[in-house]
């Protein structure tokens, strides 16, 4: 990046901009994989659960625990139970409606439709209980202050403690992954699918627990983003898109794919309102400059350029594994 | 002048060597089998005879061309067709459309203007296969309801429509009992010259009867080639199988 | 009557299977004659309130208004006839090509935008060069239908090409992502789409070549052009799907690896299925903003994509007429919860969260659609008939035996 009308802080701020935006990325993006490498279903509800766990902590920690013991306490109880609650949620969902579909005909369609369907429901769900619009959520007042702070450079505290905490849940499900045995069978499964089913494990207690981790990663992911912007009930619809932007790019069925994805995609994103400052000048074709507005607003649909190339260029993505998930 | 002939033809799987170099030569006419214990690579063999993989490295030449990067469909066009160790047909057309499907392979794809019953050529094509396979009653059932051995046969007969030159057998008696596995080894020396047949059978006494040579394969590697009485008294395919 | 004779000893389940045996027959004969004769049927259900009310007969006017309130409206029927044509386009895909795309929205929405951007912006004063103005105003309407479906074909194929490396549900996650980028594009672009308001101020809603003006002032009229539209392209679809090319997109669905071992290029037969699919839903896209005359950013966003599905597997995917079926239970019952039923109970007003539950729901426990479900009823019926016929045959072939045996005897 040309430097020419952009301070250098600011180019630092928009990487850690893009670097918190990417760790959620990541976030979303490894329990979108775990699931599907598990029951070969592509979770769609996962921005639904996403904004679900947002609310979730709203109520937790502004209703319930915000009034008696300050908003400091309410949002860790609210960081700490969501992630339980939504487990439960999870393991009860599939319990009483994906278990349903198991060895039907189509099972994986189903899934998906499911799923798809949650991602219609949920939002319109949550408006009935939370009403239509968004909810307020503050930044918890131990976080209110910038760890670095230099002209148009500033380190947030919260911001830096959605990265460290998703680096150390990255760690965690890496570790899950590598060095358990229900890690062991999420890698075979996604490897091949049959292949667990062979193994004559108690497949079912296995896909719920799965699927609850990933329901529980995604409104954690949700109640930790709260802060940063208002909950709403479309929230997920985004983050979901771009999620699975982060998997095609990455490649599906490998742990580095969406980590790296990520963070290369939440960099794209943060930086691309910077070329509108550059000394650069790009024209459309009309002869008109295109201007910084329109890079603000480009960002956006820059993820889905690349995600058409990389489709198009390497179908199982930067770091995929060949022909398993085409 | 061969039909088919691979020249160091290997396929490795990562670590995995499933066929390793293996020169093969088939001519035009001839009923060949290949034998092998379970794991010889003879599927992935065929499979790459047929283009449903690429190899690693080597070539397959076909009627006097290298098809090696030639993607399967249009194998089939120049002549290849084949059958599946698992039954692989369209369980939930009827018997006659999966014949019909594959005849009308040979003739159009993007036809969107005209009706498939239209094409009279296409449907006494398929009643002459159904007729050769023996399956002219069941014309109309779901493929997928017919008994084991007819879907054998039914999927010969999809393979038959595409009016192949090479015909690539996996395992065609597979799950038949011994009558049927019989009967199966005339309707195949039936069907050769002026087809050109290559069976691979993990059982080598159904071949014996039927077959102009025969091919061992081990571990992925060519090991011996001949006629029955040749194999038979071969010491390393006895050593072969009696090790198994 | 001569207590004997067999009656007619219909159980509810072979009545169904009569009626389906119809419907697969005459179904779209019976359809579209009734479909042609709707409006006359709603006017005249108008047209009797106000006679009632003239002839002071109040009291009944009023019931009969009442009634109407469950009666679809022309404007509600032209709703239905386009998400049919977009159902049955959807559904070379899903139920005889075996794809199940997400993206569709992209299709509908971008024939709806190619239309209403050219609508709303080929006029004096604009970027648009004379020629193109002139042209535009002797004949609006034909001129931009023409480019929507040159788009939405171009548009599909595009799609289609950079999705064709995936397949299952693969496939319909990378649709449904690229499908979004139309959506994030609208909003972007909110000089040219009117953004998430929508695009609103549409011009010249008219046949130019025989003076016909379509729109928002006159249902009726709207409704025959869609219907002639839809049925033109309804029609052609299902000479399609009964061509040749419409049984490789079985066999593709039934075993895809059969089929390419069979000598077919089955990425081609799927790029060409995607493109044709996603060209109609274009037109369907378009005819669906011709009546409000504005083009609403929801119709580009993914729960577009969801109604489809929704409307199709609901229908039966696997059947021809599913859609329409899907389609008409679909908005006829949206429409009763947001106009009807909201009057009772508030809870009507979140029809997303009714559609997603019983979207849920219909893919739980009716997975083959409605005249699915009927057609697998028909099937066992005709079985048992052509078993029991097959029973009578054989038993008197052996009594014919029996007696040659006697004979000869």
Same mark, same amino acid.
């Given at each position: 990046?040309?430097?020419?009308?952009?301070?250098?802080?600011?180019? !630092?701020?928009?990487?850690?901009?893009?670097?918190?935006?990417?760790?959620?990325?990541?976030?979303?993006?490894?329990?979108?994989?775990?699931?599907?490498?598990?029951?070969?279903?592509?979770?769609?509800?996962?921005?639904?659960?996403?904004?679900?766990?947002?609310? !979730?902590?709203?109520?937790?920690?502004?209703?319930?625990?915000?009034?008696?013991?300050?908003?400091?306490?309410?949002?860790?109880?609210?960081?700490?139970?969501?992630?339980?609650?939504?487990?439960?949620?999870? +393991?009860?969902?599939?319990?009483?409606?994906?278990?349903?579909?198991?060895?039907?005909?189509?099972?994986?369609?189903?899934?998906?439709?499911?799923?798809?369907?949650?991602?219609?429901?949920?939002?319109?769900?949550?408006?009935?209980?939370?009403?239509?619009?968004?909810?307020?959520?503050?930044?918890?007042?131990?976080? $209110?202050?910038?760890?670095?702070?230099?002209?148009?450079?500033?380190?947030?505290?919260?911001?830096?403690?959605?990265?460290?905490? %998703?680096?150390?849940?990255?760690?965690?499900?890496?570790?899950?992954?590598?060095?358990?045995?229900?890690?062991?069978?999420?890698?075979?499964?996604?490897?091949?699918?049959?292949?667990?089913?062979?193994?004559?494990?108690? @497949?079912?207690?296995?896909?719920?627990?799965?699927?609850?981790?990933?329901?529980?990663?995604?409104?954690?992911?949700?109640?930790?983003?709260?802060?940063?912007?208002?909950?709403?009930?479309? +929230?997920?619809?985004?983050?979901?898109?771009?999620?699975?932007?982060?998997?095609?790019?990455?490649?599906?069925?490998?742990?580095?794919?969406?980590?790296?994805?990520?963070?290369?995609?939440?960099?794209?994103?943060?930086?691309?309102?910077?070329?509108?400052?550059?000394?650069?000048?790009?024209?459309?074709?009309?002869?008109?400059?295109?201007?910084?507005?329109?890079?603000?607003?480009?960002?956006?649909?820059?993820?889905?350029?690349?995600?058409?190339?990389?489709?198009?260029?390497?179908?199982?993505?930067?770091?995929?594994?060949?022909?398993?998930?085409? | 002048?061969?039909?088919?002939?691979?020249?160091?033809?290997?396929?490795?799987?990562?670590?995995?060597?499933?066929?390793?170099?293996?020169?093969?030569?088939?001519?035009?006419?001839?009923?060949?089998?290949?034998?092998?214990?379970?794991?010889?690579?003879?599927?992935?063999?065929?499979?790459?005879?047929?283009?449903?993989?690429?190899?690693?490295?080597?070539?397959?030449?076909?009627?006097?061309?290298?098809?090696?990067?030639?993607?399967?469909?249009?194998?089939?066009?120049?002549?290849?067709?084949?059958?599946? $160790?698992?039954?692989?047909?369209?369980?939930?057309?009827?018997?006659?459309?999966?014949?019909?499907?594959?005849?009308?392979?040979?003739?159009?794809?993007?036809?969107?203007?005209?009706?498939?019953?239209?094409?009279?050529?296409?449907?006494?094509?398929?009643?002459?296969?159904?007729?050769?396979?023996?399956?002219?009653?069941?014309?109309?059932?779901?493929?997928?309801?017919?008994?084991?051995?007819? $879907?054998?046969?039914?999927?010969?007969?999809?393979?038959?429509?595409?009016?192949?030159?090479?015909?690539?057998?996996?395992?065609?008696?597979?799950?038949?009992?011994?009558?049927?596995?019989?009967?199966?080894?005339?309707?195949?020396?039936?069907?050769?010259?002026?087809?050109?047949?290559?069976?691979?059978?993990?059982?080598?006494?159904?071949?014996?009867?039927?077959?102009?040579?025969?091919?061992?394969?081990?571990?992925?590697?060519?090991?011996?080639?001949?006629?029955?009485?040749?194999?038979?008294?071969?010491?390393? @395919?006895?050593?072969?199988?009696?090790?198994? | 009557?001569?207590? %004997? %004779?067999?009656?007619?000893?219909?159980?509810?389940?072979?009545?169904?299977?009569?009626?389906?045996?119809?419907?697969?027959?005459?179904?779209?004969?019976?359809?579209?004659?009734?479909?042609?004769?709707?409006?006359?049927?709603?006017?005249?259900?108008?047209?009797?309130?106000?006679?009632?009310?003239?002839?002071?007969?109040?009291?009944?006017?009023?019931?009969?208004?009442?009634?109407?309130?469950?009666?679809?409206?022309?404007?509600?029927?032209?709703?239905?006839?386009?998400?049919?044509?977009?159902?049955?386009?959807?559904?070379?895909?899903?139920?005889?090509?075996?794809?199940?795309?997400?993206?569709?929205?992209?299709?509908?929405?971008?024939?709806?935008?190619?239309?209403?951007?050219?609508?709303?912006?080929?006029?004096?004063?604009?970027?648009?060069?004379?020629?193109?103005?002139?042209?535009?105003?002797?004949?609006?309407?034909?001129?931009?239908?023409?480019?929507?479906?040159?788009?939405?074909?171009?548009?599909?194929?595009?799609?289609?090409?950079?999705?064709?490396?995936?397949?299952?549900?693969?496939?319909?996650? !990378?649709?449904?992502?690229?499908?979004?980028?139309?959506?994030?594009?609208?909003?972007?672009?909110?000089?040219?789409?009117?953004?998430?308001?929508?695009?609103?101020?549409?011009?010249?809603?008219?046949?130019?070549?025989?003076?016909?003006?379509?729109?928002?002032?006159?249902?009726?009229?709207?409704?025959?052009?869609?219907?002639?539209?839809?049925?033109?392209?309804?029609?052609?679809?299902?000479?399609?799907?009964?061509?040749?090319?419409?049984?490789?997109?079985?066999?593709?669905?039934?075993?895809?690896?059969?089929?390419?071992?069979?000598?077919?290029?089955?990425?081609?037969?799927?790029?060409?299925?995607?493109?044709?699919?996603?060209?109609?839903?274009?037109?369907?896209?378009?005819?669906?903003?011709?009546?409000?005359?504005?083009?609403?950013?929801?119709?580009?966003?993914?729960?577009?994509?969801?109604?489809?599905?929704?409307?199709?597997?609901?229908?039966?995917?696997?059947?021809?007429?599913?859609?329409?079926?899907?389609?008409?239970?679909?908005?006829?019952?949206?429409?009763?919860?947001?106009?009807?039923?909201?009057?009772?109970?508030?809870?009507?007003?979140?029809?997303?969260?009714?559609?997603?539950?019983?979207? @849920?729901?219909?893919?739980?426990?009716?997975?083959?659609?409605?005249?699915?479900?009927?057609?697998?009823?028909?099937?066992?019926?005709?079985?048992?008939?052509?078993?029991?016929?097959?029973?009578?045959?054989?038993?008197?072939?052996?009594?014919?035996?029996?007696?040659?045996?006697?004979?000869?005897?």
């Amino acid at each position: 990046m040309a430097a020419g009308g952009v301070e250098f802080s600011e180019f !630092v701020q928009h990487l850690f901009l893009g670097l918190v935006q990417g760790s959620f990325w990541v976030l979303l993006a490894l329990g979108l994989s775990i699931i599907f490498g598990l029951m070969g279903i592509i979770n769609f509800g996962h921005g639904a659960f996403y904004m679900l766990g947002a609310y !979730v902590g709203f109520t937790v920690s502004d209703l319930i625990f915000s009034p008696f013991l300050g908003p400091n306490a309410g949002f860790i109880v609210a960081l700490a139970s969501v992630p339980i609650v939504m487990f439960a949620l999870g +393991m009860v969902f599939e319990r009483y409606v994906i278990s349903r579909i198991y060895n039907t005909e189509n099972e994986r369609f189903s899934g998906v439709l499911i799923m798809f369907g949650m991602s219609i429901f949920l939002p319109d769900f949550v408006r009935l209980l939370w009403g239509r619009p968004g909810k307020p959520f503050n930044i918890p007042p131990m976080f $209110q202050f910038s760890l670095f702070k230099t002209g148009t450079l500033d380190i947030t505290a919260y911001r830096s403690f959605t990265i460290i905490t %998703a680096a150390i849940l990255v760690a965690l499900l890496w570790v899950l992954i590598y060095k358990t045995n229900l890690g062991m069978m999420i890698r075979a499964g996604t490897n091949n699918n049959t292949m667990v089913k062979v193994l004559g494990i108690n @497949v079912s207690r296995i896909w719920r627990l799965t699927f609850g981790l990933g329901i529980a990663l995604a409104g954690f992911s949700g109640v930790m983003i709260a802060p940063l912007f208002a909950v709403d009930a479309t +929230m997920g619809e985004l983050i979901l898109v771009q999620t699975f932007i982060v998997v095609v790019v990455g490649g599906m069925g490998s742990f580095i794919g969406p980590v790296i994805g990520g963070l290369i995609l939440g960099q794209l994103w943060a930086l691309t309102p910077l070329v509108g400052r550059t000394q650069y000048v790009v024209q459309n074709w009309t002869g008109t400059v295109i201007g910084p507005d329109f890079w603000e607003k480009a960002s956006d649909i820059l993820l889905f350029i690349v995600m058409a190339v990389i489709l198009l260029l390497r179908p199982r993505g930067l770091f995929g594994q060949e022909g398993a998930f085409d | 002048m061969p039909i088919l002939e691979t020249k160091s033809l290997s396929k490795h799987f990562d670590a995995l060597v499933a066929v390793d170099s293996v020169d093969y030569s088939v001519d035009s006419g001839e009923l060949r089998s290949i034998i092998g214990p379970n794991g010889a690579g003879k599927t992935t063999f065929f499979n790459m005879i047929a283009g449903d993989l690429l190899p690693t490295s080597g070539q397959v030449i076909f009627d006097g061309a290298d098809v090696s990067e030639v993607p399967a469909h249009e194998r089939s066009h120049l002549g290849i067709g084949r059958t599946y $160790q698992i039954t692989n047909i369209f369980p939930k057309l009827s018997v006659l459309e999966n014949i019909r499907i594959a005849a009308q392979s040979r003739k159009m794809t993007f036809n969107l203007w005209s009706t498939v019953p239209s094409h009279k050529e296409l449907v006494e094509k398929s009643d002459q296969i159904l007729e050769r396979i023996n399956l002219t009653e069941k014309r109309d059932e779901l493929a997928g309801t017919l008994a084991h051995g007819e $879907q054998r046969y039914l999927e010969i007969g999809i393979a038959l429509a595409t009016d192949p030159k090479l015909l690539l057998l996996d395992e065609p008696t597979a799950g038949m009992s011994p009558e049927e596995t019989i009967q199966t080894g005339e309707f195949i020396k039936g069907l050769a010259d002026p087809l050109t047949v290559v069976l691979v059978e993990h059982d080598m006494e159904v071949v014996l009867g039927i077959s102009d040579k025969i091919t061992v394969l081990h571990n992925g590697a060519f090991l011996a080639e001949g006629t029955v009485e040749e194999v038979r008294a071969n010491a390393e @395919v006895q050593r072969v199988y009696l090790r198994e | 009557m001569d207590a %004997a %004779a067999p009656k007619n000893r219909f159980t509810p389940r072979e009545f169904w299977a009569w009626i389906s045996e119809v419907f697969d027959n005459y179904g779209i004969l019976i359809l579209a004659g009734l479909l042609l004769v709707y409006p006359f049927f709603f006017s005249a259900l108008n047209d009797s309130i106000i006679w009632l009310e003239d002839n002071d007969w109040e009291a009944t006017a009023e019931v009969v208004a009442e009634v109407r309130g469950f009666v679809p409206s022309t404007p509600l029927m032209i709703q239905i006839l386009i998400y049919t044509l977009f159902g049955v386009a959807f559904n070379i895909l899903l139920g005889n090509t075996g794809m199940l795309s997400l993206g569709h929205c992209a299709f509908f929405g971008v024939g709806g935008y190619t239309v209403g951007i050219m609508h709303a912006w080929i006029k004096p004063g604009t970027y648009a060069p004379d020629w193109m103005v002139n042209a535009f105003k002797v004949l609006p309407l034909e001129i931009s239908l023409i480019t929507c479906i040159i788009v939405s074909t171009f548009v599909a194929w595009l799609i289609g090409t950079i999705c064709s490396t995936k397949r299952g549900v693969y496939f319909a996650m !990378v649709t449904l992502s690229i499908s979004m980028i139309f959506y994030y594009s609208a909003q972007t672009f909110d000089d040219l789409t009117g953004g998430t308001d929508g695009l609103g101020g549409l011009e010249n809603m008219r046949l130019g070549s025989i003076g016909l003006r379509v729109g928002i002032m006159d249902a009726n009229i709207t409704y025959y052009f869609v219907y002639i539209l839809s049925v033109v392209f309804i029609a052609a679809i299902w000479q399609v799907l009964r061509s040749p090319f419409g049984h490789v997109l079985r066999a593709v669905r039934e075993n895809e690896n059969r089929a390419r071992i069979c000598g077919y290029n089955v990425a081609k037969v799927r790029l060409m299925a995607f493109t044709m699919s996603g060209a109609v839903s274009g037109v369907a896209g378009a005819l669906a903003i011709i009546y409000g005359e504005t083009v609403p950013i929801e119709n580009i966003h993914f729960i577009t994509s969801g109604q489809i599905v929704i409307i199709t597997l609901f229908g039966g995917a696997g059947t021809f007429l599913g859609p329409a079926v899907g389609s008409f239970i679909y908005w006829y019952l949206r429409q009763l919860m947001s106009v009807e039923f909201v009057k009772y109970l508030a809870i009507f007003q979140y029809w997303e969260a009714w559609v997603g539950g019983i979207f @849920v729901l219909i893919v739980l426990f009716v997975p083959s659609g409605i005249l699915g479900t009927i057609r697998n009823m028909t099937l066992e019926y005709r079985e048992k008939k052509l078993l029991n016929r097959k029973a009578v045959a054989e038993a008197l072939a052996k009594n014919a035996d029996d007696e040659t045996a006697a004979d000869t005897e």
